[in-house]
């Protein structure tokens, strides 16, 4: 019997017709995520599901997906997954990690570059006429080669952004569970996050979310930056507390923000979208047209896998066996 997989929103690159030569497909073109009831309506007969980070796959949903055998996120982060849930429903749960780190490493750098030399303010100013003549005073942003960089969480991404940090001849501190040899071999020193937080001139975060990551970034860690310095998050919203930066930019507790995602998305903090020296993007970080087909065809890798009885490459719970 082939399996029935449904693809639920749409995907770039040969991911949906590899899906198709081991599979019934059903494949929902329409963007943006389906409300709970329509979502679990669409999974009832699925015994596969490749899905994206908006698609809440909770225990709720997984109580009425009885067939379901394994979910597949097309995303790094599995955090709309309740993967505790999954296993014990011996469901399996597959990410795509590694194939995003080079893409994410690069936006983090575009939000580093853009903040702080302040692009997109100075092209509206461009754009909107006001340019009326060189000044040795306009636009002045903050220099961000030979600056010190504070990775928090220096896995596969935290590595790629290091790797590039280099040739922004900056210092690199970083934190992590345990002493990173690829990180100190580019030259990063594991501190504490302390230690992190008060010496980086920019902050960027990319450990992923769960309950010991919630908040990570508090208005006490953002006292503990200097007010000159910048923060990046391309990890995962609530990994800071939205509320607590857009208070401190707004006060000048730290200087700038280049945020990609956030606490409630696509809402935004009405104060965030107010704050001064922040630029904001919609979570667009492993958004080129070759990653995220890189991405979509790992996914559908994982089914491809399993429903030739090999384990998937990118299993996240092999407890689900148990
Ligand atoms: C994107 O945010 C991902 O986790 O892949």
Redesign the pocket.
């Known amino acids: 019997m082939r399996p029935k997989i449904v693809v639920t929103q749409p995907i770039p690159g040969d991911a949906v017709a590899r899906l198709r030569q081991i599979g019934d497909v059903t494949y929902r073109t329409t963007d943006g995520p389906l409300p709970a009831a329509e979502l679990s309506q669409l999974l009832a007969p699925a015994d596969a599901v490749l899905c994206l980070?908006t698609d809440r796959i909770d225990e709720v949903l997984l109580a009425t997906t009885p067939r379901l055998k394994i979910v597949a996120n097309m995303?790094?982060?599995y955090n709309n997954i309740d993967v505790a849930a999954a296993s014990a429903r011996k469901i399996a749960v597959t990410n795509?990690p590694g194939v995003?780190s080079e893409s994410t490493a690069d936006l983090t750098f575009a939000l580093i570059l853009g903040v702080m030399r302040r692009i997109s303010e100075s092209e509206a100013f461009l754009r909107s006429g006001q340019w009326a003549y060189w000044s040795a005073t306009l636009l002045l942003g903050s220099e961000v080669h030979s600056r010190t960089l504070g990775i928090v969480g220096m896995g596969r991404i935290g590595t790629a952004v290091a790797r590039r940090a280099r040739a922004f001849n900056m210092r690199v501190v970083y934190t992590a569970r345990s002493v990173h040899a690829d990180a100190e071999s580019l030259g990063a020193e594991r501190v504490d996050l302390d230690t992190l937080l008060a010496q980086s001139d920019i902050v960027s975060l990319h450990v992923p979310y769960n309950a010991a990551t919630h908040h990570l970034i508090n208005a006490q860690r953002l006292a503990q930056m200097q007010p000159s310095a910048f923060l990046i998050n391309t990890a995962r919203g609530s990994v800071v507390d939205e509320a607590a930066l857009a208070e401190a930019l707004h006060r000048g507790i730290i200087a700038g923000a280049g945020i990609d995602?956030f606490e409630a998305e696509p809402t935004i903090h009405p104060q965030l979208l107010s704050a001064p020296n922040t630029l904001l993007l919609p979570?667009i970080?492993?958004a080129t047209l070759q990653t995220r087909s890189a991405?979509a065809r790992m996914a559908a890798d994982n089914i491809v896998a399993f429903f030739a009885g090999n384990r998937p490459p990118q299993l996240v719970n092999p407890e689900y066996l148990a």
Do not use: N, R
Request: hydrophobic share 55%; net charge neutral; charged share 0%.
């Open positions: 980070l995303a790094a982060g795509t995003l995602v979570h970080g492993s991405m």
